[in-house]
């Protein structure tokens, strides 16, 4: 059943047509065919998902957003933590994950969370936010800037940013970090890309301007069924300084 699961997952990133005038529908196209199988193939794929979480801090009746948070794995992460936040919301722009995300809250029995169909740049905030996290889809954002600084002032002062993605380095990378070479520079962004999947040198660079690091790391995923191909990722976890605009 596995190995079934997994060849209808590698057929849609590999072969499946994405389709659509919007990104919205772009996601949908892509995510619809291998929705049901998302959790299981990512659990593989998606490294630091779960330290990431673990990292964050959330405070008693807080608020938390999940942007991108699709299929709503990431609150199963949290474990009993969840429940002492006030409310918990996971943002999507994608009905076929947000559908499996609305299921397991319900089986679940989480009444303090809820989904929200909505860009990640321009949601409509319902709670000034506690925690936002970004888990492997700041990378699925075309404008991820703008996602970056909504979630900025979506938080509150001291509120925490929370990020894990695929991504690559600099040409000359910064010292401590790491530093990729031509090829991983130069085809894995090509490679992902033809999924909508942008790897960027410039994540951590702004996240490192616009919020206080308190943990970073670097680190290299194996892709299922590859066994020689390694993705580099990163894991930040932040915080919100101050309320002006910067």
Known sequence: MQIAADIRTLYHL???????????????????????????????????REELIRLLEFPERGVWYDVGGGTGANLEFAGERLLRLARTH????????????????????????????????????????????????LTMIPDWFAAVDHAWRTLKAGGQIGIVDFHVSRKYAEVGRARHGWMTRSL??????????????????????????????????????????????????????STSDQ
């Open 90 to 137: 996971i943002v999507d722009l994608c009905p076929a994950l947000l559908e499996i995300a609305d299921r397991r809250i319900r089986q679940n029995g989480w009444k303090n969370a809820s989904t929200i169909f909505a860009d990640a740049a321009s949601f409509e905030a319902p709670d000034d936010a506690d925690v936002v996290t970004f888990s492997y889809s």
């Open 188 to 241: 894995l962004p090509l490679w992902f890309g033809c999924d909508n999947v942008h790897l960027s040198p410039d994540h951590l660079p702004y996240l490192e301007r616009r919020f206080r690091p308190v943990a970073i790391r670097e680190g290299q995923a194996g892709l299922p069924w590859l066994p020689f191909v390694r993705a580099p990722y990163y894991l930040f976890v932040g915080h919100k300084e």
């Open 14 to 48: 590999a072969f499946s047509p994405i389709r659509g005038t919007t990104h919205a529908a772009r996601l949908q196209s892509f995510y619809s065919g291998q929705a049901s199988a998302y959790d299981a193939f990512r659990q593989r794929l998606l490294p630091g």
